[in-house]
């Protein structure tokens, strides 16, 4: 149970920064970048929220996927180890299912692609597909911290990143619909 009663502590006022199993590392740790960029990414999916045109049913996808964005961030920030004094919150192949089926239910209503889609429409999918990017970076960063901690993190968060950025892409798509999607032509403006 998470019990904030005080918001600043100072203890991280010589950079470093206490990890979920409460050993101490710096700011700049390839693990804390990770799930710092989480956190950012899931902001941003909060500033798709605060649309009132967004539909319902994706509202409601878009807050699982915020509480899920928490489960990554704790996953991130409790290194993965033998026998641990008690059970982490681990991201787990089912969360990651979920996230397929939502990108197969949402991208059969769409047409298929003959082009890259520009990153516009309406608002909603303007802030989607800025989502998109930062969960790519999120990713990116996992993989960083994957790379330098080797089984210490666990690879499915970045699995978990990596459909996630898949299905807000399709969720772009989807709300732009009565739009359209605007398509990248190569080329478009050499003279």
């Known amino acids: 149970m998470v019990n904030l009663t005080r ?6 006022d010589d950079g ?14 390839p693990r804390l970048e990770a799930y710092a960029t989480v956190d950012e990414a899931n902001s941003t999916i909060g500033v798709v929220l605060a649309s009132e045109k967004l539909p319902d049913e994706i509202r409601k996808l878009l807050v699982r996927i915020q509480n899920d964005l928490f489960d990554v961030g704790a996953d991130l920030c409790t290194p993965v180890i033998d026998n641990p004094p008690h059970e ?5 192949e089912s969360q990651v299912e979920h996230l397929e089926k939502q990108i197969d239910l949402y991208n059969a ?21 800025v989502a ?31 459909r996630l950025s898949d299905l807000l892409f399709v969720l772009a ?7 359209g999607d605007q398509l990248w032509v190569p080329g478009a403006n050499r003279e």
């Not at 918001?7 to 991280?12: A, H, R």
Request: charged share 20%; net charge positive.
């Open 7 to 12: 918001i600043y502590t100072k203890t991280g």
């Open 88 to 92: 982490p919150l681990r991201v787990i």
């Open 173 to 179: 798509r989807f709300v732009n619909k009565g739009i």
């Open 132 to 162: 998109r990017t930062v969960v790519r970076r999120a990713e990116r960063c996992t993989w960083s911290a994957i790379h330098a901690f080797g089984t210490g993190v666990n690879p499915l968060t970045a699995k978990y990143l990596n």
């Open 16 to 29: 470093t920064t206490s990890l979920g199993d409460g050993s101490r590392t710096s700011k700049n740790d």
């Open 109 to 129: 209503e769409l047409a298929p692609l003959r082009s890259f889609v520009l990153p516009s429409g309406t608002v909603e999918a303007a802030h989607m597909h």
